[in-house]
């Protein structure tokens, strides 16, 4: 069974099988080839195809057969004669005064610019990559990393591998391929040759094996053995990289088929229980979502966010699966129905949005002052420390009577835990009630609370603690854990101390007679309004300190860690390793 | 030493593609006709191996002003290029014609004189 293309041919309709078509594609190319430098290089390729279709009918006058086959081809080239021949008897123009010019000629002129044609010879998708490598001349590997890593930017790689899909034919004819790559066109000569020899050489590499064998002289045998040493290699190696390919390849493929089920698995699960369960009792909200059950604009809109979603997300897994099989998974059809559910899901999901925008808005405000309330909590003078954690707000200022205010919705005021021990103040609030239920559209304001206290000497804060205080002097404490962050504002302060970890964040304001800083992994500290006589600063791995000093300051960058010096402190010590850094305004010492 | 017949093969067809033109404007000037008439002729003739080298050679010709065509209706299948000579066409026929009479004249004549 083999595949036939209807052509014309000087004018005549015939039927051709594939492979004879192949042939004559290449020897109508190849002649082009020979005679390009000719002006009227058309009109005698017209000429000779008409030639041709003379020859063909000649052999079809003898039986009646329809159709053209590879035979028919190569006897009809066995009458016209090799295109090296036809050109050698009667070279373009026929002035033998150019013949020594045309070398160079040819070699000057036939460098054909590359055109952008997707290569379908190495294909993941549809070979778009491929082809730009080769006009790019880069390695397709690189321009597949690149457009893998740009799908992953709000989903542009893909969009760019449509359009360029859409944008790029595919290289089917050699002329094609090679305008492609950018090569001579001349090259095809040896590219037609290798593609001919290909066939010869293995038969007769077979036989040459064969006679091997049957030669067992050892003699022979051991001559040989560096040949057929290299050559295992050779193959040992090709072997190897093919795999390697197949393997990195499988490995992004399933990664992708693995993240995009898991993904897809997710939103399905979401999708469903806002469509179908919003009245759980597991579910929790601020807004209340019951309000919509039964208005078709919600369930329009999860369903259109549903989409929005879940098709990048089948995209993915189809490239993935492109990536395993190494095949393309892709259907034109199936990817312009997809594109268009995707811009209405895109677009619906957007008006729908702008439709309950408002209506949640007003919910929200409603809600929040409904719910807050304001607490007072009983606390006595002497307390002069404060431990913080949790997600508490915390203003503190100075006053001649203790007291503590706070404010937030009862539940979250509940989950306030406040004890004082030995003039320490602990507040804490955790959200042990969560646990075990889904939150949808949830709002928390969090709890802020207002301190005012006649003394305070430590604060020490954990988790998402958010401390301010103002007008706190003499010897102040501060110890910073987690992702917590403390903004002081002191007053003719004696000895400021601070002790920082992890992500803490420390802003101090106003002067002190002396700092003394101590900081690690990510901790910043921002001290540059404050106006330090002598500072002693610590930083380890990656911490960052802004300090302004006018007496002696004492600086110690350790592990890429760093810290900058404003003003002009009067006398410097500076200690710098692993990568830590010390640098003064203008970025010196 | 005689001469392999692989390299007297060569000479002839060198010979042959010297007076390829000669031919073909001779039977050009026979009167309207088309490629496939000439290459009846050459083939006939034995004159020509390599049919397509024709087609160069009649674009040369009529590029250099010694042919010209016009397309005509052909019994069956689409219309052909039909050559004819030009005036220019004829000029050069004569004079090529006169050069291989003298030639084969010389050439005659020395191969009787030293009989091969």
């Given at each position: 069974?083999?595949?036939?293309?209807?052509?014309?041919?000087?004018?005549?309709?015939?039927?051709?099988?594939?492979?004879?078509?192949?042939?004559?594609?290449?020897?109508?190319?190849?002649?082009?080839?020979?005679?390009?430098?000719?002006?009227?290089?058309?009109?005698l390729?017209?000429?000779?195809?008409?030639?041709?279709?003379?020859?063909?009918?000649?052999?079809?006058?003898?039986?009646?057969?329809?159709?053209?086959?590879l035979?028919?081809v190569?006897?009809?080239i066995?009458?016209?004669?090799?295109?090296?021949?036809?050109?050698?008897?009667?070279?373009?123009?026929?002035?033998?005064?150019?013949?020594?010019?045309?070398?160079?000629?040819?070699?000057?002129?036939?460098?054909?610019?590359?055109?952008?044609?997707?290569?379908?010879?190495?294909?993941?998708?549809?070979?778009?990559?491929?082809?730009?490598?080769?006009?790019?001349?880069v390695?397709?590997?690189?321009v597949?990393?690149?457009?893998?890593?740009?799908?992953f930017?709000?989903?542009?790689?893909?969009?760019?591998?449509?359009?360029?899909?859409?944008?790029?034919?595919?290289?089917?004819?050699?002329?094609?391929?090679?305008?492609?790559?950018?090569?001579?066109?001349?090259?095809?000569?040896?590219?037609?040759?290798?593609?001919?020899k290909?066939t010869?050489?293995?038969?007769?590499?077979?036989?040459?094996?064969?006679?091997?064998?049957?030669?067992?002289?050892?003699?022979?045998?051991?001559?040989?053995?560096?040949?057929?040493f290299?050559?295992?290699?050779?193959?040992?190696?090709?072997?190897?990289?093919?795999?390697?390919?197949?393997?990195?390849?499988?490995i992004?493929?399933?990664?992708?088929?693995?993240?995009?089920?898991?993904?897809?698995a997710?939103?399905?699960?979401a999708?469903?229980?806002?469509l179908?369960?919003?009245?759980?009792?597991?579910?929790?909200?601020?807004?209340?979502?019951?309000?919509?059950v039964?208005?078709?604009?919600y369930?329009?809109?999860?369903?259109?966010?549903?989409?929005?979603?879940?098709?990048?997300?089948?995209?993915?897994?189809?490239?993935?699966?492109?990536?395993?099989?190494?095949?393309?998974q892709?259907?034109?059809?199936?990817?312009?129905?997809?594109?268009?559910?995707?811009?209405?899901?895109?677009?619906t999901?957007?008006?729908?949005?702008?439709?309950?925008?408002?209506?949640?808005?007003?919910?929200?405000?409603?809600n929040?002052?409904?719910?807050?309330?304001?607490?007072e909590?009983?606390?006595?003078?002497?307390?002069?420390?404060?431990l913080?954690?949790?997600?508490?707000?915390?203003?503190?200022?100075?006053?001649?009577?203790?007291?503590?205010?706070?404010t937030?919705?009862?539940?979250?005021?509940?989950?306030?835990?406040?004890?004082?021990?030995?003039?320490?103040?602990?507040?804490?609030?955790?959200?042990?009630?969560?646990?075990?239920?889904?939150?949808l559209f949830?709002?928390?304001a969090?709890?802020?609370?207002?301190?005012?206290?006649?003394?305070?000497?430590?604060?020490?804060?954990?988790?998402?603690?958010?401390?301010?205080?103002?007008?706190?002097?003499?010897?102040?404490?501060?110890?910073?854990?987690?992702?917590?962050?403390?903004?002081?504002?002191?007053?003719?302060?004696?000895?400021?101390t601070?002790?920082?970890?992890?992500?803490?964040?420390?802003?101090?304001?106003g002067?002190?007679q002396?700092?003394?800083?101590?900081?690690?992994?990510?901790?910043?500290?921002?001290?540059?309004?404050?106006?330090?006589?002598?500072?002693?600063?610590r930083?380890?791995?990656?911490?960052?300190?802004?300090?302004?000093?006018?007496?002696?300051?004492?600086?110690d960058?350790?592990?890429?860690?760093?810290?900058?010096?404003?003003?002009?402190?009067?006398?410097?010590?500076?200690?710098?390793?692993?990568?830590?850094?010390?640098?003064?305004?203008?970025?010196?010492? | 030493m005689?001469?392999?017949?692989?390299?007297?093969?060569?000479?002839?067809?060198?010979?042959?593609?010297?007076?390829?033109?000669?031919?073909?404007?001779?039977v050009?000037?026979?009167?309207?006709?088309?490629?496939?008439?000439?290459?009846?002729?050459l083939?006939?003739?034995?004159?020509?191996?390599?049919?397509?080298?024709?087609?160069?050679?009649?674009?040369?010709?009529k590029?250099?002003?010694?042919?010209?065509?016009?397309?005509?209706?052909?019994k069956?299948?689409?219309?052909?290029?039909?050559?004819?000579?030009?005036?220019?066409?004829?000029?050069?026929?004569?004079?090529?014609?006169?050069?291989?009479?003298?030639?084969?004249?010389?050439?005659?004549?020395?191969?009787?004189?030293?009989s091969?």
């Open positions: 069974m083999k595949k036939t293309l209807s052509i014309t041919l000087g004018g005549r309709a015939y039927i051709v099988e594939e492979d004879a078509y192949g042939a004559l594609e290449r020897y109508v190319n190849k002649i082009r080839a020979q005679f390009k430098d000719d002006p009227n290089v058309d009109e390729v017209a000429d000779m195809e008409a030639g041709m279709a003379d020859v063909f009918e000649k052999q079809q006058g003898k039986r009646k057969e329809p159709v053209l086959t035979t028919d190569e006897a009809m066995q009458v016209m004669g090799a295109p090296e021949e036809i050109a050698e008897e009667e070279p373009a123009m026929g002035s033998a005064a150019k013949e020594p010019n045309r070398d160079e000629a040819r070699t000057g002129a036939s460098l054909r610019p590359k055109r952008l044609y997707r290569n379908p010879d190495d294909v993941v998708i549809a070979g778009v990559c491929s082809g730009l490598a080769a006009y790019l001349g390695d397709v590997v690189i597949r990393i690149a457009f893998i890593i740009a799908a930017l709000n989903g542009f790689g893909i969009l760019a591998y449509i359009i360029f899909w859409i944008a790029m034919p595919e290289a089917t004819t050699s002329t094609q391929k090679l305008e492609m790559r950018g090569k001579p066109v001349n090259l095809q000569e040896i590219e037609e040759l290798v593609k001919e290909a010869k050489v293995s038969e007769e590499g077979k036989k040459a094996w064969d006679r091997m064998q049957d030669a067992k002289s050892p003699a022979r045998r051991f001559l040989e053995l560096p040949v057929r290299v050559g295992a290699c050779a193959r040992v190696i090709l072997k190897i990289v093919s795999v390697v390919i197949k393997l990195i390849s499988g992004i493929g399933v990664a992708l088929i693995v993240a995009g089920a898991i993904a897809m997710a939103t399905t699960v999708a469903a229980v806002m179908f369960s919003i009245q759980s009792p597991y579910i929790q909200s601020d807004l209340p979502l019951h309000e919509l039964g208005d078709p604009r369930y329009i809109g999860i369903a259109a966010v549903y989409f929005a979603v879940i098709i990048p997300l089948a995209f993915l897994i189809q490239i993935g699966g492109t990536f395993v099989t190494r095949r393309n892709f259907q034109t059809t199936g990817i312009i129905v997809l594109t268009v559910i995707w811009f209405a899901a895109i677009s999901a957007g008006a729908i949005g702008a439709h309950l925008a408002p209506w949640a808005q007003t919910r929200l405000a409603e929040e002052a409904v719910q807050t309330i304001t607490q909590v009983a606390i006595s003078d002497d307390v002069n420390a404060l913080l954690s949790g997600d508490t707000r915390l203003h503190v200022t100075r006053g001649d009577v203790a007291s503590l205010i706070f937030g919705r009862e539940e979250d005021l509940a989950m306030v835990t406040t004890t004082v021990e030995n003039g320490q103040l602990r507040l804490d609030t955790s959200r042990q009630e969560d646990r075990g239920r889904i939150c949830c709002h928390r969090g709890v802020r609370a207002e301190l005012v206290l006649p003394e305070l000497t430590a604060i020490e804060t954990r988790n998402q603690a958010h401390v301010s205080l103002e007008g706190f002097g003499g010897d102040l404490l501060f110890t910073a854990e987690d992702y917590t962050h403390i903004d002081a504002e002191v007053e003719e302060a004696m000895n400021i601070t002790d920082q970890k992890d992500y803490s964040r420390i802003i101090l304001e002067a002190t002396s700092l003394t800083s101590r900081l690690e992994d990510y901790a910043r500290m921002d001290a540059h309004d404050l106006h330090a006589a002598s500072a002693t600063v930083t380890i791995d990656y911490a960052r300190a802004v300090v302004r000093v006018t007496g002696l300051l004492d600086a960058a350790q592990d890429y860690s760093r810290i900058t010096s404003l003003g002009e402190p009067k006398d410097t010590t500076i200690h710098e390793s692993g990568f830590g850094k010390v640098t003064n305004e203008m970025g010196a010492y | 005689p001469q392999n017949p692989q390299e007297t093969t060569n000479i002839k067809a060198q010979m042959r593609k010297g007076v390829l033109e000669l031919c073909v404007l001779l050009i000037d026979r009167g309207e006709v088309y490629a496939n008439d000439i290459l009846q002729e083939r006939a003739a034995e004159m020509i191996v390599v049919e397509g080298t024709l087609y160069p050679l009649l674009s040369r010709l590029n250099d002003g010694l042919v010209s065509y016009n397309w005509s209706e052909s069956s299948g689409p219309p052909r290029k039909y050559y004819s000579l030009t005036a220019e066409g004829r000029h050069t026929l004569q004079a090529q014609s006169g050069a291989w009479k003298e030639l084969a004249a010389s050439m005659n004549a020395l191969i009787k004189k030293y091969v």
